[in-house]
C-alpha cells in the first residue's frame, strides 16, 4: 500500500510545478505578424534613428513657435543675403542668415515643415484609403469589377506624376495645402492599389478565409476581419516610404512655382529664391534643401526598418 505522506508529497510538488509549465508554454506562444514586426523593429537602430528625427520633425510642425520667437515673415531689408549666417548664434534669428528680403532662413525653415509634413501625410493618408479601397475590391471580387480598376488605374499610370500635377495644379488660381494633396492623391493612389489588390489576391485563397466563408460568414466580415488585416503589411510599407517622395514633390512643384505659394511658407519656395543666389551666397539654399533631405530621408529610413520587419525573406 503506497505511503499517504508521499502521495500528497508528490501531489504539491504536481501543483507547484503546473503553473511554471503554463508560464514557460505561454512565453514560448508564438507572436502575430505585427507582433514579431514591432519585436523586430525594436532591434533595429535605423527604426529609432528614423522614429526620434520623426517625432522632432512632428515637434516643430505642430510647435514651430518653441524653436523660434521670429516671425518667418518679417522682412529687414537691413539684413539681406550679404549678412553670412551667424552659426555661434544657435537658435536664433540670424543662425543661418537671411534670405533676399531680410528674413530670417531659420525661421522659415522652422515654420516651412508644417507645410511639407501636412502634405505628406494628407496624401499618404488619401491615397492609402481610396487606393487601399479599391484595390481590396479588385483582389477579393476579381471579374469585371478587377478589370475596370485595373484598366482605370493603367490609365492613371500611364501619366507621368509631376506632369500631372502641373497640369492639374495649374488649373488652380489659389493652390494651398489642401489643393496640393487633392492633385497629388488625384495620381498618386495607383501603386497603393496594384500592392493591395495583390495581396488580397494572397489573402483570400488562405484556408481561414474559406473555413469563416463555410462558416457562414458575410462579405464585409471576411473582408475588413479576415483579408485586410492580413493584407495590410506591404500596403503600409508602400506608404511609409512613399510619403518622403510626396513630401519632394510637393518641394518640386513649389520650386517650380506650381506648387504652395506666398504666403505660405515651403521649403521648396525658398530653395527657389535660394537658388538665385547659389554662386556668392549658398547658405540661402543649402539650409531649407538640407532640412529637406533629412525629412525625405528619415521616412524613406523607417520604410525600409518597417520592409524589413514585415518581410520574413529579408530577416
Known amino acids: 500500500m503506497p ?26 506562444k508564438p507572436r502575430s505578424l505585427w507582433g514579431d514586426a514591432w519585436f523586430d523593429l525594436r532591434h533595429r537602430p535605423m527604426f529609432w534613428i528614423s522614429s526620434i528625427l520623426l517625432v522632432l520633425l512632428l515637434v516643430i510642425a505642430a510647435f514651430p513657435g518653441l524653436f523660434t520667437g521670429a516671425n518667418p515673415r518679417d522682412g529687414d531689408l537691413t539684413n539681406h543675403f550679404l549678412t553670412k549666417p551667424e552659426l555661434g548664434h544657435l537658435f536664433q534669428a540670424d543662425w543661418f542668415g537671411y534670405d533676399g528680403q531680410g528674413r530670417s532662413i531659420y525661421a522659415r525653415v522652422i515654420y516651412g515643415t508644417r507645410a511639407s509634413i501636412l502634405v505628406g501625410v494628407g496624401v499618404t493618408a488619401a491615397v492609402t484609403l481610396v487606393g487601399g479601397l479599391l484595390g481590396m475590391l479588385a483582389g477579393y471580387f476579381g471579374g469585371w469589377l478587377d478589370s475596370v480598376i485595373s484598366r482605370v488605374t493603367d490609365i492613371f499610370f500611364g501619366i507621368p506624376f509631376l506632369l500631372g500635377a502641373m497640369v492639374v495644379l495649374n488649373a488652380f488660381t489659389e493652390r494651398k495645402v489642401y489643393v496640393v494633396i487633392l492633385a497629388l492623391a488625384f495620381l498618386g493612389w495607383t501603386s497603393i492599389c496594384r500592392v493591395m489588390r495583390a495581396s488580397v489576391i494572397t489573402a483570400k485563397q488562405a484556408d481561414y478565409v474559406t473555413a469563416a466563408r463555410a462558416l ?25 516610404i512613399a510619403l518622403g517622395g510626396y513630401i519632394s514633390a510637393e518641394a518640386t512643384l513649389s520650386f517650380l512655382g ?40 528619415a521616412f524613406i529610413m523607417l520604410g525600409d526598418a518597417v520592409r524589413d520587419a514585415l518581410d520574413p525573406k529579408l530577416r
Open 216 to 240: 457562414g460568414a458575410g462579405t464585409t466580415r471576411i473582408l475588413f476581419r479576415h483579408v485586410l488585416p492580413n493584407a495590410l503589411a506591404p500596403t503600409i510599407v508602400v506608404a511609409t
Open 3 to 28: 505511503d499517504v505522506t508521499e502521495t500528497k508529497t508528490e501531489a504539491a510538488v504536481d501543483a507547484v510545478a503546473a503553473p511554471s509549465a503554463a508560464d514557460a508554454q505561454s512565453k514560448d
Open 258 to 297: 506650381l506648387g504652395l505659394a506666398d504666403p505660405t511658407i515651403s521649403w521648396g519656395i525658398d530653395i527657389a529664391e535660394g537658388s538665385q543666389a547659389i554662386r556668392d551666397n549658398p547658405h540661402a539654399l543649402l539650409f531649407p534643401a538640407g532640412m529637406l533631405s533629412l525629412t525625405v530621408f
